[in-house]
């Protein structure tokens, strides 16, 4: 079964941080490209990292830039989103994603998707 599975969400305060997992398991996670969006209650879902199928290439949206660091560890099958210096605004269901090209920033680029696991910065 071809599946993502995310973890590592919860409860923070402002300036805190977090680190998201993202456990690939059912094809071939180091042919892919794995990206990072996120879902606020009332608002669409919106691109936040994306790293390239051999890590080479990350594109960030510019409200995480220099928070926010996507990796990802082909041995184990999993990519991981560091969250640093967290706002209240970064608040939302955060899901990670598989497809071809990491420069792709919509999420009908991406084929494959997690059930998301919620993140939340209190104020």
């Known amino acids: 079964e071809v599946q993502l599975v995310e973890s590592g969400g919860g409860l923070v305060q402002t300036g805190g941080s977090l680190r998201l997992s993202c456990a690939a398991s059912g094809f071939t996670f180091d042919d892919v490209a794995i990206g990072w969006f996120r879902q606020a209650p009332g608002k669409e879902r919106e691109f936040v990292t994306s790293i390239s199928w051999n890590g080479g290439s990350t594109y960030s949206a510019d409200s995480v830039k220099g928070r926010f660091t996507i990796s990802r560890d082909d041995a184990k099958n999993t990519a991981y989103l560091q969250m640093n210096s967290l706002k209240p605004e970064d608040t939302a269901v955060y899901f990670c994603?598989?497809?071809?090209?990491?420069?792709?920033?919509?999420?009908?680029?991406?084929?494959?998707w997690g059930q998301g696991t919620q993140v939340t910065v209190s104020s």
């Open positions: 994603a598989a497809g071809q090209w990491a420069s792709s920033t919509e999420a009908r680029a991406y084929d494959v």
